[in-house]
Every structure is written in structure tokens, then in C-alpha cells.
């Protein structure tokens, strides 16, 4: 699915895993909760979706696992109207990638 469409979660995954054990790791790093990160909803084992009240992105966040051990990231409207999709994200990256793109500003960082 590219930018413009609307998403079809259950269509983009490619495999499976455990959405639940992904979400726990997630919700509970402090970095999530500055997007206002909310109504979370596993995706039937296919991915992970929640939104998010960030200083550069309000709406949907979709976190789905890609055959190759990455994940692809979609940015959509509340509505699953895609506004940017980011693909090849590796794990040890994921929070920050999604940080760069749904609240992150480097004013606010401590020198």
C-alpha cells in the first residue's frame, strides 16, 4: 500500500507474530507515552496499531512485521488514509523512527 490509499492492515502483513509481546515492550518505554499514545489494537497477530498525539503527527501509527525480519511503518489520519510509510526498519531503531516522525524536536533536547 503506498501513500494516498487507505490501509488495509490485515492485507500488509506478510507474516505473523506475537503482536502482544511487541506491544508490552512498547507501551511500557517513556519515549512512547510523549506521543500521547493510546487506543492500542493488535491487528490479529499481524501487526500493531495505536494513535498517537505527537507535536508532527496526529492519528494512526501501524507496526507490521515484513518477511525479512523488518518492519514497515505507516503514518495514516484517523480515518487509515496513509500519509507516510517507512519500510526496512530494524528493531533496535523502531522507537526512534517512529519518534523522529511523530513528536521528536531537538530544541528539547538537554545539552
Do not use: C
Request: charged content about 30%; hydrophobic content about 35%.
Amino acid at each position: 500500500m503506498d501513500i494516498g490509499e487507505k490501509i488495509k492492515p490485515l492485507e500488509v502483513g506478510e507474516r505473523e507474530f506475537d503482536v502482544n509481546e511487541l506491544f508490552k515492550n512498547i507501551r511500557n518505554l517513556v519515549k512512547v507515552w510523549s506521543w500521547g499514545a493510546h487506543a492500542w489494537r493488535t491487528l490479529e497477530s499481524k501487526g500493531l496499531r495505536f494513535a498517537v498525539q505527537g507535536h508532527h503527527h496526529k492519528g494512526h501509527v501501524y507496526i507490521i512485521l515484513a518477511w525479512d525480519d523488518t518492519f514497515t511503518i505507516y503514518y495514516t489520519t484517523r480515518q487509515g488514509k496513509i500519509l507516510d510509510k517507512q519500510t526496512d526498519i530494524y528493531i533496535d531503531v523502531l522507537i526512534d523512527t517512529i519518534d523522529k516522525k511523530v513528536e521528536y524536536v531537538s530544541e528539547y533536547k538537554n545539552n
